[in-house]
């Protein structure tokens, strides 16, 4: 099979199209279809573009459908993105954690592999996963990035943790609440997304 033709970046006219209808309130599955179509009319672009609105839309998406939200749009930055519930509108802030030293355009050679070779796993020596130690001075410098920025009181925060693999997981999972601790005085509610999965962060 030919390997398949790298998608196209966008357009700045289709940039601030993708942001005008993403900044609609929508209902969280209208939402979630215009990010999939977003993703896969451009490919890894809609993640390393600039300009791009892919990666707050997703973890907005994601927000809006672990949360149960009736409606969901991108902000006017601040804040990210909106949700509203009935006549209740939240505020939310998102912080991304990545791996130290991770290049995001290196990923776009992955756009011009097969569709068989990127179906195959990805093998990561040991040796090069991020230790757990890591993630958590990453997350407390994070947190402590936003929360010096004075935010409204009554905005949430989203840290998005995107880092993969990691050597010792479940140091992680147990080191959050003091790792995010800085964040707690200047947000209404601290909450991390990893893998899809979103949990809130107690004081």
């Known amino acids: 099979m030919m390997a398949r033709k790298a998608a196209r970046p966008a357009t700045q006219s289709e940039l601030a199209t993708w942001r005008g209808d993403l900044s609609s309130w929508l209902t969280p599955s209208r939402f979630a279809a215009l990010v999939e179509s977003l993703s896969n009319t451009h490919g890894d672009h809609a993640i390393d573009q600039p300009g791009s609105v892919f990666r707050d839309a997703f973890v907005a998406s994601k927000c809006a459908a672990e949360l149960a939200a009736d409606g969901v749009r991108l902000g006017a930055d601040p804040p990210d993105f909106e949700l509203s519930f009935g006549e209740r509108v939240e505020r939310y802030e998102i912080v991304e954690v990545q791996a130290p030293g991770r290049r995001r355009g290196d990923e776009l050679k992955a756009d011009l592999k097969s569709p068989e070779d990127r179906a195959r796993p990805v093998h990561v020596p040991a040796e090069e996963w991020t230790p757990a130690a890591s993630v958590l001075r990453q997350l407390e410098e994070a947190a402590r990035r936003k929360a010096a920025k004075g935010y409204p009181a009554d905005t949430v925060l989203v840290v998005y943790l995107n880092v993969w693999p990691v050597a010792g ?5 147990a080191g959050l609440a003091a790792a995010l601790a800085p964040a707690h005085a200047a947000f209404k ?4 997304l990893d893998n899809g999965r979103l949990e809130r962060i107690a004081r």
């Open 169 to 173: 997981a479940r140091k992680v999972s």
């Open 189 to 192: 509610a601290v909450w991390v």
